[in-house]
């Protein structure tokens, strides 16, 4: 896999096809980073009218009120060079150097995703399936294409081990596009001194009708803000891959999915953080099918909460002040529709401070804190407050980080509840 990082850009140079059949090809460098993906477009700005994609406040005098050219291109275009063809999608124009003296320029075009070995972009507009490497998803799943298996020697001896990889069953996790889970293993390969073995557990959704990428995202990222909830760590995506029943392989009589190698920057790709030595508040074998269902509804009920907690792990070297203000902000969201889901009314919740509201939570998941909630409520409030207003008292900022870090295992706690978790459980990991 190729990392997005900034500093690992990578270039290429091919060529550029529009659409149009009655235009020649262009020339182009085919450019992705950490930053997103881009096209770097040559063009003569007197001889192609695909100069204009370039040209947005510039008035053509034969074509003052621009109806007859295009001024922008084409949302999808197909790139192709010596590696293959590239499916570029959600195409805009970005910045233009021309030398008007010579009519000589040079255009960026910028692309919310590329797919790689796309025979059309056109064909991925919507998509059939998704798939998303999840940082940790393996272990948070307890799910491998390898199986490990020791077997103790008799006399004291050396341990034998053994390591197999196959084609394993895909692992269901609900109904909503078929969502599931996925195992693809590696393992060493010629006469490699050294046995490297690699897991690469992916999220995928499939529909026979297409879908907008829209529709498979929600549910990704759904299931990585899930895995990050578990193990309070910024888990992220790794890759993506897609797949459209306009572009198929014939295999002696059996159709099979080509899946595309996603490259983007709107997902937030990134190295991967977890370790097999950190843990998890809950695990998928703790709440099953029922608890990701659970969860999927939580969202959809407390995303103003849910999101800004999700959040505080993309915060890191913020201050203590900025933390605190964006969790404040998800523990009111959270706790308003908690007091609506007990019976107030929207009106009687939004009356309700910000000190009552993580009440009415703390209420909710008796037992289950490690830390002695009796006045957290008012204890938040006040240094959520002084952050907030200019006329509170000033709250020192260890205890601010106090604040924080209950205040995190407070709605971590209350979520991990609601999937499904006992009480005495869940004391014992916060």
């Known amino acids: 896999m190729d990392e997005l990082m900034a500093e690992d850009r990578t270039t290429r140079i091919g060529f550029l096809v529009d659409g149009d059949p009655d235009t020649d090809l262009m020339s182009a460098l085919f450019e992705f980073d950490g930053t997103g993906v881009r096209l770097h477009v040559p063009f003569l ?15 053509h005098m034969d074509d003052p009120d621009r109806s007859k050219h295009r001024y922008e291109p084409p949302t999808e275009l197909d790139y192709f060079d010596d590696k293959g ?4 999608l959600g195409c805009v124009s970005g910045r233009a150097n021309t030398n008007m003296g010579l009519g000589v320029g040079r255009g960026t075009v910028r692309a919310r995703y590329a797919l790689e070995k796309a025979r059309q972009a056109a064909n991925y507009k919507k998509l059939n399936g998704l798939r998303s490497e999840i940082d940790g998803l393996g272990f948070w799943l307890a799910y491998s294409a390898h199986q490990t298996t020791i077997k103790m020697s008799e006399g004291g001896g050396p341990l034998e081990m053994t390591t197999t990889m196959g084609a394993v069953d895909a692992l269901t996790l609900g109904r909503q596009l078929n969502l599931k889970a996925i195992a693809i293993g590696s393992g060493p390969g010629g006469w490699s001194p ?23 995202l929600e549910l990704h990222f759904a299931v990585r803000n899930l895995v990050r909830v578990a ?4 888990i992220n995506f790794q890759s993506h891959q897609a797949a459209s029943l306009k572009e198929t392989l014939e295999v002696k009589g059996k159709t099979h999915n080509q899946w595309r190698e996603v490259r983007t920057a709107t997902t937030g ?3 991967g953080v977890w370790k097999p030595s950190d843990r998890f508040l809950f695990a998928y074998s703790e709440i099953g099918t029922r608890g990701i269902a659970r969860w999927l509804k939580l969202v959809a009920t407390y995303e103003r909460g849910i999101t800004p907690l999700v959040g505080l792990l993309d915060l890191e070297g913020a201050t203590v002040d900025a933390v605190i203000s964006q969790l404040g902000i998800a523990l009111e969201a959270v706790g308003y529709q908690a007091l609506i889901d007990s019976g107030k009314t929207p009106a009687a919740a939004n009356g309700t401070n910000v000190a009552k509201r993580v009440d009415h939570l703390l209420d909710d998941v008796v037992g289950s804190l490690s830390f002695d909630d009796t006045t957290f409520g008012q204890d938040f409030a006040d240094s959520y407050n002084s952050v907030k207003h200019a006329n509170r008292a000033v709250v020192a900022p260890d205890v601010k980080l106090a604040h924080v870090h209950q205040g995190v295992e407070l709605l971590r706690v209350w979520i991990a509840l609601r999937l499904g978790m006992k009480p005495a459980t869940l004391k014992s990991r916060s």
Not at 85 to 88: D, F
């Open 194 to 216: 050294e046995a490297a073995y690699r897991s690469r557990v992916f999220i995928e959704t499939f529909a026979k009708s297409s879908k907008e990428w829209r529709d498979h």
């Open 85 to 88: 063809p590239v499916g570029l």
């Open 269 to 271: 790709l990134a190295d």
């Open 231 to 234: 193990a309070w760590r910024p």
């Open 45 to 59: 700005a007197h001889e192609d009218q695909r100069s204009r994609w370039w040209s947005h406040n510039m008035l």
